[in-house]
T-cell receptor
């Protein structure tokens, strides 16, 4: 069974640009959530999508957005990039709708974004 | 509000020694608790999880964790550490009524030969 796939693995962008990251969940998983990991702030929840609807959002500015497609694949977009957006962005998928259910959450390997 | 505290930022142990990583949580009801491990530059791998039932949970790679409601703790243990266990370990609690995790700040484990 394929795991959670995130593309690309690495990205270098310039301040002011925008970026789109992609996440393909485990087959059959309808929930996809995104996290930002930085040395200073640790792992922080960005947002969660379930059946193409954003159900929950963390405390991030509106420059961070996402969407989910009918095949459960998800993308997140960051507009007007700032140096502080440099981070590892992790995607997680889960089978159940709430609290990860009894299967928990499976994470991808992440996309390392560097803003210069 | 949910929160997780990992009081140890960095722990060093000798190979073959036992290991205990501490995790304290704040949660109003029965928590769903997780331990994840992260190798440098990689994603998070699930070691074990607790939802209910037996308070001693067995995971992968020889790890176990014990849920103690009275102490609001979910400590991770391993009887004999291997050099390959060197990594960062994160404790997490699932939120109420939503589908996301609150993570602790992590504990970096160094294993010396």
């Amino acid at each position: 069974k394929a795991g959670v796939t995130q593309t690309p693995r690495y990205l270098i962008k310039t301040r002011g640009q925008q970026v789109t990251l992609s996440c393909s969940p485990i087959s059959g998983h309808r929930s996809v959530s995104w996290y930002q990991q930085t040395p200073g702030q640790g792992l922080q929840f960005l947002f969660e999508y379930f059946s193409e609807t954003q159900r929950n959002k963390g405390n991030f500015p509106g420059r961070f957005s996402g969407r989910q497609f009918s095949n459960s694949r998800s993308e997140m977009n960051v507009s007007t990039l700032e140096l502080g957006d440099s981070a590892l962005y992790l995607c997680a998928s889960s089978l159940a709708g709430v609290r990860g259910g009894h299967y928990g959450y499976t994470f991808g390997s992440g996309t390392r974004l560097t803003v210069v | 509000a949910q929160s997780v505290t990992q009081p140890d930022i960095h722990i060093t142990v000798s190979e073959g020694a036992s290991l205990e990583l501490r995790c304290n949580y704040s949660y109003g009801a029965t928590p769903y608790l997780f331990w994840y491990v992260q190798s440098p530059g990689q994603g998070l791998q699930l070691l074990l999880k607790y939802f209910s039932g037996d308070t001693l949970v067995q995971g992968i790679k020889g790890f176990e964790a014990e849920f103690k409601r009275s102490q609001s703790s979910f400590n991770l243990r391993k009887p004999s550490v291997h050099w390959s266990d060197a990594a960062e370990y994160f404790c997490a609690v699932a939120s109420t009524g939503a589908n996301n995790l609150f993570f602790g700040t992590g504990t970096r484990l160094t294993v010396i030969p």
